[in-house]
């Protein structure tokens, strides 16, 4: 069974990388069909107007749009002067890479005397930039060619990206606070269960989870996280003890420290990742119920899918693992070491992502 699933897991990342590579385009492959795309309907009366791209990044907006421009002027197609157009926008209060809507480049069309307007943004996304450019026709104010294309973090996109810095949409550091339940699913070490008196597995209630974690993204579509999961309940059931049922039972918290690495599969409408790596977990104090002093730690492998959701200025994030220990929680018992259980975990928790920078 754990063949089957390391196999399915391979195959899935594999796919994965495939479907990230395939999709995007290099920066001159994505002008020149943008090139095709407008000159396919622009006639020679046709003035056209560049009017703006909405980007964070103004030199890379500004090369967008002089590359755009030349190609089409060697196409034959009349270009308003940029030196104009800028003029304009000044006045209006933009800049050449803010955010001009489909009004005020319709007036500033106009204004220039063209007839067809084109307008257009970027964005990083987890694995390219996404440019979006629309022509709106200024006489029947309708779009009349669009398309949208993501490109390469190749040499030759990051040459026109001004510095490191303004690459903090495809690079940041992001802090997410969550909380969730897990479904135990214990294995009981041989010392417990060797003379049968426990079952070999052993289910307990849900635990509760608290989490923290910082998640760097980085220019390409990788992340790594690095979280703390506080477990409020971990443990098993005793049931040869009598007495109260609450005392039939260990039950400790402990701290899970992870290090993940995710992989971007899905970048919009929201994003999805794949993710695994280990974890350390740290017992804290004694256990509830008898008192035993529950010593060490142990790891264990945590894998699973992140989803994370726009939401005001950060993310919703929903969070599906599934944690297997490695090695056992043990415990002091009269001066002896006993090995206890390995965790079997399903954990679905949700929480929000804040970015830092």
Not at 338 to 345: A, F, H, I, P
Request: some cysteine.
């Amino acid at each position: 069974m754990k063949k089957h699933i390391t196999a399915l897991l391979l195959i899935t990342l594999i796919s994965s990388f495939s479907l990230i590579f395939s999709a995007a385009i290099s920066y001159d492959t994505a002008l020149d069909k943008y090139t095709d795309l407008f000159s396919s309907v622009l006639s020679e009366s046709d003035r056209l107007a560049f009017v703006s791209f909405d980007s964070i990044d103004d030199d890379l907006s500004t090369s967008i749009i002089s590359d755009l421009e030349e190609r089409l002027i060697n196409k034959g197609i009349f270009v308003v002067e940029r030196r104009g157009i800028n003029t304009l926008i000044d006045e209006m209060e933009f800049q050449t890479s803010g955010i001009v809507d489909e009004k005020s480049a319709v007036t500033i069309g106009n204004i220039t005397g063209a007839t067809k307007v084109i307008i257009g943004k970027g964005e990083h996304l987890a694995s390219s930039y996404r440019v979006e450019l629309r022509m709106i026709d200024l006489e029947s104010l309708s779009v009349v060619r669009g398309a949208i294309f993501d490109l390469l973090y190749d040499s030759t996109l990051k040459a026109l990206i001004s510095d490191t810095s303004n690459m903090r949409g495809s690079q940041s550091l992001s802090l997410t606070v969550k909380a969730g339940l897990g479904i135990h699913n214990h294995i009981l070490s041989d010392s417990l269960t060797k003379n049968d008196i426990y079952p070999n597995k052993t289910k307990v209630s849900n635990p509760f989870i608290l989490g923290v974690s910082l998640v760097y993204k980085t220019p390409t579509f990788l992340k790594l996280q690095c979280g703390v999961d506080m477990k409020l309940k971990n443990g098993f059931a005793l049931p040869y003890i009598e007495g109260n049922d609450r005392e039939g039972q260990i039950e400790f918290a402990s701290a899970d420290c992870n290090l993940l690495l995710m992989v971007n599969i899905v970048q919009s409408p929201f994003s999805i990742d794949v993710f695994g790596g280990p974890v350390f977990s740290k017992p804290l104090g004694k256990d509830k119920y008898i008192d035993y002093q529950i010593t060490g730690g142990t790891w264990g492998l945590l894998a699973g899918l992140n989803c994370e959701i726009p939401l005001g200025k950060g993310y919703f994030v929903i969070q599906e693992g599934f944690l297997m220990d490695l090695t056992f929680f043990s415990s002091n018992i009269e001066g002896t070491k006993v090995d206890l259980m390995k965790r079997r975990d399903a954990i679905l928790s949700v929480g929000y992502s804040f970015r830092l920078f």
